[in-house]
């Protein structure tokens, strides 16, 4: 099974809001998710982003392959730092 870290879609038309999840990579968008990791409101100025490095950091070094937009956003919380790709533990 191949986990990925991706954007789950919220909220009211012309209104979404994002879910970051640990979900399997055949699953849909807004299908079944493993695990709830942070949030991403890209509609407040500036964008609000909550993200649960721990789990993050986690998921990754179990082997889940974040989107791009997950990883900007992991980037932006600090959790890309933390993991440092190509360093496993």
Do not use: C, H
């Amino acid at each position: 099974m191949a986990v990925k870290l991706r954007l789950r879609r919220r909220g009211k038309k012309k209104q979404p809001t994002y879910r970051v999840v640990a979900a399997d990579g055949r699953s849909p968008r807004d299908g079944r998710f493993i695990e709830i990791v942070g949030s991403y409101d890209p509609r407040r100025e500036p964008s609000a982003i909550t993200i649960d490095n721990e789990k993050a950091v986690r998921w990754l070094r179990n082997g889940a392959q974040p989107t791009e937009t997950v990883e900007k956003l992991l980037k932006i919380s600090g959790a890309w730092e933390e993991f440092k790709p190509g360093t496993a533990k």
